[in-house]
Structures are given as C-alpha cells and as structure tokens.
Nanobody, 122 residues
Framework: QVQLGESGGGLVQAGGSLRLSCAAS????????MGWFRQAPGKEREFVAG????????YYGDSVKGRFTISRDNAKNSVYLQMSSLKPEDTAVYYC???????????????WGQGTQVTVSS
C-alpha cells in the first residue's frame, strides 16, 4: 500500500517556475515507478512525466519536454516535478501516482494523490 500527498502548487506568472513535491508512505514506494499527471477542467488526465523506481529512467509528455524535470529521493520517500518556463496551458490539477511501470497510461498506476492546483497567469 502506498499513500501519496502532493504539495507545492500555486499561482505563478507565465515564464515562471514551480517545484511540486509528492511525499509517499509505505514500504513499497522504493520499488514503485512514479508518475506525474495533470488534468485541466473539461479535459482528460494527461501524462506529464514518469520515473523508474531506481530513478535511472525518466519519461516526459511531449508538451513538457525540455521544461519539466522529474526526480525522486528514495531516502526521503519523495518524488519531485521541477517546472520551468510555465505557460498558461500548464494550468491544471497535478497528481502524482505510483505503479509498476513509469508509463504514460493512467492504467499502469495503482495509487494516486489528491492533487495540487497549478495556475499559470498570462
């Protein structure tokens, strides 16, 4: 069992940066792949980034490549999403998730956090 809690969301101007954190509890975290997804009003949940349980492999959605960086610290049971050059279209609720594979499908993740709102003003 893994429980997840996101933090770090907020309001930022376009071009700015934010760092999201996801704190996990549960012994299986260190063997879990982690992912970040986001969901804007009226839209489907979208893959943002994923990271393998070792941290050695990372994956990104096309819309955030080169601007966002995912990382994890297994000693702290945490995963992070550093977001730079933010755009208004990045506005969404951001969720972290844990699963067996760092894939871009929501179906591969078994545990989800409650989400944190990110709003980018133009």
């Amino acid at each position: 069992q893994v429980q997840l809690g996101e933090s770090g969301g907020g309001l930022v101007q376009a071009g700015g940066s934010l760092r999201l954190s996801c704190a996990a509890s549960g012994r299986t975290f260190r063997r879990a792949a982690m992912g970040w997804f986001r969901q804007a009003p009226g839209k489907e949940r979208e893959f943002v980034a994923g990271i393998s349980w070792t941290g050695g492999s990372t994956y990104y959605g096309d819309s955030v490549k080169g601007r966002f960086t995912i990382s994890r610290d297994n000693a702290k049971n945490s995963v992070y999403l550093q977001m730079s050059s933010l755009k208004p279209e990045d506005t969404a609720v951001y969720y972290c998730a844990a699963g067996a594979l760092a894939a871009d499908s929501t179906e591969t993740y078994h545990y989800w956090g409650q989400g944190t709102q990110v709003t980018v003003s133009s």
